[in-house]
């Protein structure tokens, strides 16, 4: 296993690459140019420069979160082939300066979303964040799109740049005749398209899930159980074509047996990398975010850990969203503090488990 720590760039992220060098055991970044809007080619010399400065901190970069997929290619339109093309140019690029995996999603118009950013959780004070149904269902589109732009203490949420939401209704419009099986086939036309390139270069797609874990707003959405990351393997079945675990996303649903699943695509060899976090179920559909330790949510941390251990050891791993806690104020679900208490808690489980596996 890698830890690594998601930073969003030295313009964009308060957090210092001298404070993730300092947490113990970080190996290096899931890493982003975060002012890059989907579809546009991240060039040579722009992938160049990011790696030499991060590399001048003493941190890897082997993983990048997110090159967003464009809309129109979502969308299957006749722009997708040039938008493609970009896309190819960016694994290119990235595959040059040593990125093995790029995380991507493919929700239509939304990535994960929530009905507030910082619900205090009365037990300690701190703040994390928070999904309730029966507020979104008092809430349109725009309305949540506004809220959330207002409550992100001023920085850019990722999935939530605002040149995509811009066109937000016409969007939305353009999806109410896209069923879930055009979707899926549009997603193959993307995958039958990059992944041969991904072969060629050495680079793993790990596709995200949708979080929540389940339709909103009548989009279709095709990645939130094991069943529907079995048909995106198959839709292009290749080692490359890989997932992005994010135990809290697929976890917001209990349904999913999170370990189960990560056996299952780990045994397959599938999982290009993993979000761990813990989530604490409040009702049908309700749900907020906890801290990591299993007791504080309704997550198996030791099961999760071990289940990445046996079949996917090798493995990058990132601490998920923490809660905003000692007073920061930070990118929502992306402050400092928390996420290192997160990662030092799953290397303390790592390290219990390997030291136990090699005592039998
Ligand atoms: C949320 C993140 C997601 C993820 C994208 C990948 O906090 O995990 O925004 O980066 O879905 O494209």
Redo the contacts with the bound molecule.
């Keep these: 296993m890698k830890m690594t720590f ?1 930073w969003y760039g030295e313009d964009s992220d308060p957090i210092k690459l001298s404070q993730i060098k300092q947490i113990p055991g970080m190996s290096g970044l899931m890493g982003l140019l975060d002012y890059k809007a989907a579809g546009e080619v991240w060039t040579e010399e722009e992938v160049k420069a990011y790696m030499e400065h991060v590399h001048a901190a003493g941190l890897e970069c082997e993983v990048i ?2 090159v ?1 997929v464009h809309e129109d290619i979502k969308m299957g339109l006749p722009t997708r082939d040039e938008y493609i093309a970009n896309y190819i140019t960016c694994i290119r690029n990235l595959a040059k300066y040593g990125v093995k995996v790029i ?3 493919f ?1 239509p118009v939304f ?2 979303l929530r009905t507030d950013l910082a619900r205090v959780i009365d037990e300690d004070g701190s703040n994390s964040l928070y999904f309730d149904e029966k507020d979104l269902g008092e809430m349109t589109p725009l309305e949540l799109v506004r809220k959330t732009a207002e409550d992100s203490n001023g920085f850019t949420l ?2 939530w740049e605002p040149e995509r939401l811009a066109e937000l209704e016409k969007t939305l419009k353009q999806y109410e005749n896209i069923t879930p099986d055009d979707l899926r086939a549009n997603y193959k036309y993307f995958l039958d398209a990059v992944i041969p390139v991904c072969e060629e270069v050495g680079v793993k797609m790990a596709c ?1 899930p949708d ?1 929540p874990a389940w339709p909103i707003f009548g989009l279709p959405r095709i990645a939130h159980s094991q069943e529907d990351y079995d048909k995106i393997c198959a839709l292009h079945d290749s080692p490359a074509n890989t997932v ?1 675990l ?1 135990t809290g ?1 697929l976890g917001s649903n209990p349904d999913n047996d999170i370990p189960a699943i990560i056996r299952h695509f780990g045994e397959m060899d599938r999982i290009g990398a993993m ?1 761990v976090r813990n989530v604490k179920f409040l009702g049908h559909h309700h749900f907020r975010e906890a801290a990591h330790l299993s007791s504080t949510g309704d997550l198996d941390m030791f099961a999760i850990m071990k289940a990445i251990y046996d079949t996917c050891p090798d493995t990058y791993v990132r601490p ?2 923490g809660r905003m806690i000692w007073g920061e104020v930070g990118r929502p ?2 402050g400092l503090y928390d996420r290192a208490l997160g990662a030092t808690y799953l290397n303390g489980l790592w390290e219990a488990i390997d030291k136990m596996e090699n005592a039998k």
């Design positions: 998601r979160e997110s967003n995380i991507y999603n929700m990535d994960w990722p999935g995200h979080d992005c994010c996303s979000h998920d969203h679900g992306y």
